[in-house]
């Protein structure tokens, strides 16, 4: 038992301090990486948590409180929402001390970029108690997660803009007859897709039989955006290219599907309610694969496109890499000269904040969990106009990227 003892403790102080030089090795050019680390840890804690915490929550008086005990998805997705608040509360604290940093001489640069065991205990720490809130709290951060995630998702088309922009100008630079067959194979590609999946959505989601005309306006608007989108790009004043617009069509479509598949599983319009575990579980995989690509992809281009990523009075960035490829890179940032910061770290926090909103929301469902009955909505009306709407705000977003440099020649963007 001594020796049983002693092994545990040997093994115990070897992983702090393999945590400890972890943490310690984080420099400059990684910062952000390991801000995508504490971002994903925070979603595996959310998901553990919703499989274990169930029965543990069930024996706290000031979370079970009621005259009669929620069903166990109750607890489920009150253990998520928890996680997600004090997920939250970090990185929105840390977007409000950040605010208006300049240059690198700001002590609070310092704050950014290092310190990262004292802030990986102070994110345990605010995430332990938020156990320790009232269910009305939750209720009410719960409420406005649902709009915090309909601006991730803002975020995300802005970064798919920003991405399908960058991929097509750099391929058009390339100036050889390979890559512009390559720009004409994937956009056939995408549209091949996008036709066959919108298809599927009017064999799923527009049965014969039913009056389903608002789902047949969804799916036939999408299908006038994918080619409003070919003609505009391709418009001789705007002299576009159709790999954007293939792309983006695509990911409209996908938009529409995310929307009906949410609608209620007794609506008679939804062809996917005899598979609805498969569909939810397909949907919430898929989704969270998206959220962290996109706050992955928004750390990296933080600092090289911060016109796109950063408010108006944030900041230039500049052309750097994530990490550096050179001893000469990492002397650059030793000198004793105050340089500008390259992107807004405020506004970078404020990615994660709406991320950590969209996440709670992929694992509840979007659902309601302070009620009476203590029952899990996981879809509903509202998921479904919250999908819509981001795709039409996509719709606008990327034909406003085409037309605004021809309305405002004399203007940025």
Known sequence: MWAAS????????????????????????????????????????????????????????WINHFHKTPDREWFETDA???????????????????????DQKDPRDKIHHGGWMAKIFCWAVIV?????????????YESISKFGSGLFLLVQVVLLLDFVHGWN???????????????????????IATFSFSGLLFHWFTPSGHDCGLNLFFVVFTLIL?????????????????????????????????GLSSEPRDYECNGLHNHSKAVSTGSLSLGLLT???????????????????????????????????????????????????????????????????????????????IGESGKLVDVGWPSVWVRIATQWATAGLFIWSLVAPILFPDREF
């Open 6 to 61: 002693c092994l545990a403790s040997c093994c115990a102080a070897c992983a702090c301090e393999a945590c400890r030089t972890a943490v310690g090795s984080i420099g400059r050019r990684s910062a952000r990486i390991a801000y995508c680390g504490l971002f994903a840890l925070s979603l595996f804690a959310s998901w553990a948590l919703r499989e274990v915490a169930a029965p543990l929550l069930q024996s706290i008086p």
């Open 226 to 258: 994918v080619f409003a989108f070919a003609i505009v790009a391709l418009h001789p004043k705007i002299n576009g290219s159709l790999l954007p617009a293939s792309v983006i069509g695509l990911y409209c479509t996908y938009l529409c599907y995310s």
């Open 128 to 140: 332990f108690l938020m156990f320790f809130v009232p269910n009305g709290v939750v209720s009410f």
């Open 169 to 191: 100008e750099n391929w058009v630079a390339k100036d050889e007859q390979f890559w512009y067959m390559a720009l004409l194979v994937v956009s056939v590609v995408c549209y």
């Open 80 to 102: 998520v929402l928890r996680v997600s608040l004090g997920n939250f509360l970090f990185f929105t604290i840390l977007a409000v001390i950040m605010a208006g940093i300049k």
């Open 291 to 369: 959220t962290i690509l996109s706050v992955v992809y928004s750390a990296v281009r933080a600092g090289s496109s911060a016109a796109v990523l950063s408010p108006p009075d944030s900041p230039r960035g500049t052309d750097k890499p994530l990490l550096p490829f050179s001893k000469a890179d990492e002397q650059e940032d030793k000198k004793d000269v105050p340089r500008p910061v390259t992107y807004s770290y405020s506004f970078f926090h404020l990615i994660f904040s709406l991320a950590s909103m969209y996440s709670a929301m992929l694992l509840t469902g979007w659902s309601t969990s």
